[in-house]
């Protein structure tokens, strides 16, 4: 079973309101980052195929594509595969956010 994590500014506080990490900032981000694409559809095929829309940002890693969702004011991405936890440690970062299991 896969662990999901997110990326959020919700353990912070900013004038006594929750600060939330907006999409254009994740664009805007994404944008500066060549390994990272956006899409507003993913889709997962294997036996059957299922479309996802939402805000989505497509890592490639290798021959995968990994990918980190905006939702809500967060981004939600899945530890399935181990380098995932040393990009999404640097995004939080970059972002001047939290990661949060669950």
């Not at 994590?5 to 994404?30: G, H, P, V, W």
């Not at 980052?33 to 889709?43: G, H, I, K, R, V």
């Not at 990918?67 to 970062?93: C, W």
């Amino acid at each position: 079973m896969s662990q999901r994590y997110r990326i959020t500014r919700a353990m912070q506080e900013k004038d006594n309101a929750a600060n939330t990490i907006s999409l254009e900032e994740c664009k805007q981000y994404f944008a500066s980052q060549p390994d990272f694409t956006y899409t507003s559809l993913f889709t997962v095929t294997g036996a059957t195929s299922m479309s996802i829309e939402g805000d989505f940002f497509m890592w490639s890693c290798g021959d995968t594509k990994i990918p980190f969702r905006h939702y809500q004011g967060d981004i939600y991405v899945s530890g399935t595969n181990e380098a995932v936890i040393p990009k999404m440690l640097e995004i939080a970062s970059e972002l001047e956010a939290d990661v949060l299991e669950g």
